[in-house]
């Protein structure tokens, strides 16, 4: 049985009330609803049960540190991310400990995925599974690995809600759109993208899902000039002609951490026949902003020089370092940080109670 519900701005707020004299900032307001500065994110990790339990554990344990923010895609861990989760919230929901409108799920579709575990012949569980039912055609995928055609999301989607038990996902991401982009010419990337809003309009109108996005990796971050680079402004207008002027299209995701911060720096957008940084255009366009690679896959931890780290007061340790700068740019609303273990889980929301960065102290960052 799937968990009805949404997040809402009535639930999320009271989620923060519960937290906000412990957790100064960490709770911001975005479209309506209060959301946890950090978010757990769920993409590394073996595809075991092993690991099953440990995010089971860590998802638990963030929800109940004041995380209400949680993040996937369907082919995280062959959909075993997905899945996790889904048997976490079942947990916290019965138990009374957490309900279905505090918290807000984010899930993607494109990449292809395996079920629980990588098949013995790849070629033909995709040719069963994708091909055979009409789900999409072969012209459709890119990079062997990639499709956004509007039967394919229909079912990813539907896919997603079993996975994760939900009646309604919060948020659902076009995932690495880009990846179209190596193989298709502009103009028919464009169609492409435009009628997979068209779905996810349609989805919005059934209650599967509640808003869309796009997941990037590249696209946002590269100047214009670049192969794969896409910009937010014509994302927009494409939305706009599926829903309207009350389009669903509601939130970016990108890479912003300590060694990547074109999000912040790059002027690779337009706003207002300006340039601009990704996070200026979405906050003049008041979309969500979910920062990914916020640790840059454990990288940045222990090797920031010590002048750097000085710049974070009380903080102890530099993955909490790494999340303050990055929960602190202007514009974002969420740092998420990949956390499949319960004592990471406690270290990283640790930088919770700790005041986010001032703008004058992030902007000092860049100094060193």
Partial sequence: MLIPGFATSEGTLRLRGRFDDRLPGHFRESRGLWLSSIGLGTYLGQPTPQYDSLYREAIIKACEL???VLDTAINYRHMRSERIIGEALKTLVTAGTLRRDEVFVATKGGFFAYEGEVPSD????????????????PGEVAAGCHAMSPRYLANQIEVSRRNLRLE??????????????????????DRRLGKAFEALEAAVAEGKIRMYGLATWNAFRVLPESPDAMSLVRALELARR???????FRAVQ?????????????????????????LEAAETE??????????????????LPEPLAQRFHGLQTDAQRALQFARSAPGATAALVGMSRADHVVENLATAAVPPLTHQEFYAVFEE
């Fill in 286 to 303: 008041g979309l969500m902003v979910f920062t990914s690679a916020t640790l840059l896959q454990s990288r940045l931890v222990g090797n």
């Fill in 66 to 68: 004041g995380t209400n």
């Fill in 254 to 278: 990108l890479p912003f951490n300590l060694a990547m911060t074109e999000a912040f720096q790059t002027r690779a957008q337009s706003v207002n026949g300006r340039r601009a940084s990704l």
């Fill in 122 to 137: 790849p070629r033909a569980y995709f040719e069963e599974r994708l091909i055979r039912p009409g789900l999409i055609e």
């Fill in 242 to 248: 599926a829903g309207g002027k009350d389009h669903h």
């Fill in 168 to 189: 309604t996902i919060d948020l659902y991401y076009v995932h690495n759109p880009e990846t179209q982009l190596h193989e298709v010419a502009r103009e028919e990337f």
